[in-house]
């Protein structure tokens, strides 16, 4: 059975599939080697801090930086000023994002004390004031991605979704869980359908889908159009493959082999370096290499991402250590090439 894709404003997702916002994971390699293997609908950058990009943070504007390949992108702020808000929004745009996305669920105290993220779910009218900044600022499509609400007394969600829909926001999704609950617990799939009984613009569900079965299940029992997915698809472009496939009503590609497992571990330490290092490929930078002298900072960015790839593999365990002390991507190849049949 084929799920059929669905638009946010004027940009088309055509595969129901969205890979999530994640810090320090969904940087533009990470998203090209989904984008190549999986090709899901749409995906997002790591979230932006509006007020960092205020302040000109060089670091913070690189994780705005877009490939043609990827699109359609959306790239995810937070912050608590309105203005600062749609500043940072109508940079986006030029940037060359499809779409903006507003972060109302991020729980951590660094982000929450400072009003932003899932702290604005406590304040509908801060909240509201947002999102209409935003809309107002740029002529690309809005969305907001929610948590269900702060604590289990209030779902607040609808509530909030109504307001925006009516700011104009394209597209909201929810992980379904409260700010309190971190990651604890399993996501409540039955607020997503609950929410989708209040609003009219697309809804993408997010929590806990590892599987086609589990996507095919969301879609099917909550309503919502499309499923985000998160730590499942971390160093595991396949699994996310075998969801966007099923939805596509394709049959499902099989497992990768160990040689795919270091082949694309190893791609994705090369991008990793080419893009933290601003080089254009490293390959390139290969025949300068002075170019290279930060290639360990790169590659330590990677540490809790590259072991992950070959999760499962007999004798992945006794390189880990080895793969945690790399600094160079050659040193990532020597490590992997034990695990080589
Ligand atoms: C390492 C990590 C970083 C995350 N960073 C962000 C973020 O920058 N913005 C955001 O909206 N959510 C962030 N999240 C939450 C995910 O987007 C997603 O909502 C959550 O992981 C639940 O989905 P899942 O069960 O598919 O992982 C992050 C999650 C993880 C695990």
């Known amino acids: 059975m084929q799920f059929p894709g669905f ?15 994640m810090e320090d994971v969904t940087s533009l390699p990470m998203r090209l080697i989904c984008k190549r ?27 705005m930086q877009i490939h043609p390949e990827e699109r359609p992108l959306s790239i995810q702020i937070f912050g608590s000023e309105p203005e600062v808000m749609g500043e940072t929004a109508r940079l986006c745009e030029e940037m060359g994002a499809d779409i903006v996305d507003i972060n109302m669920g991020c729980w951590v105290p660094k982000v929450c004390k400072t009003g ?9 009218v801060l909240a509201e004031k947002i999102v209409t900044s935003v809309v107002k600022a740029v002529s690309i499509p809005v969305t907001v991605k929610v948590r269900a609400g702060w604590d289990y007394s209030l779902f607040a969600a609808p509530d909030l979704a109504l307001r925006f829909q009516d700011a104009g ?9 409260f700010a309190k609950q ?5 996501a409540n799939w039955d607020l997503i359908k609950r929410l989708r009984e209040s609003v009219t613009v697309p809804l993408v569900g997010n929590g806990d889908v590892k599987t086609p079965e589990d996507a095919i299940k969301m879609l099917t029992e909550t309503g919502c159009d499309g499923v985000m997915v998160g730590r499942a698809a971390i160093s595991n472009p396949w699994g996310l493959a075998r969801i966007a496939a099923a939805l596509r009503g394709e049959e499902l590609p099989p497992e990768p082999t160990i040689e795919e497992r270091i082949e694309t571990a190893l791609e994705h330490a090369r991008l990793q370096v080419a893009y933290q290092l601003e080089l254009g490929s490293y390959e390139e930078a290969l025949e300068h290499p002075e170019h290279l002298q930060n290639e360990g900072w790169a590659i330590r960015s990677l540490r809790g991402q590259l072991p992950m790839y070959i999760k499962g593999i007999p004798g992945a365990a006794q390189i880990r250590a080895e ?14 090439s034990v695990l080589k049949t």
């Open 169 to 177: 926001i394209k597209m909201l999704t929810l992980h379904a869980r």
């Open 182 to 186: 971190g990651f604890e617990g399993e």
């Open 7 to 21: 638009s946010v404003g004027d940009v088309r997702v055509e595969t129901p599939l969205v890979l999530a916002p």
């Open 37 to 63: 293997i999986a090709n899901p609908g749409l995906v997002v950058t790591e979230f932006v801090s509006a007020m960092a990009i205020h302040h000109g943070a060089v670091k913070t504007l690189k994780k």
């Open 323 to 336: 793969l945690y002390q790399a600094n160079t991507v050659a040193d990532v190849e020597q490590a992997l």
């Open 116 to 124: 932003s993220g899932a702290a604005l779910l406590k304040d509908p």
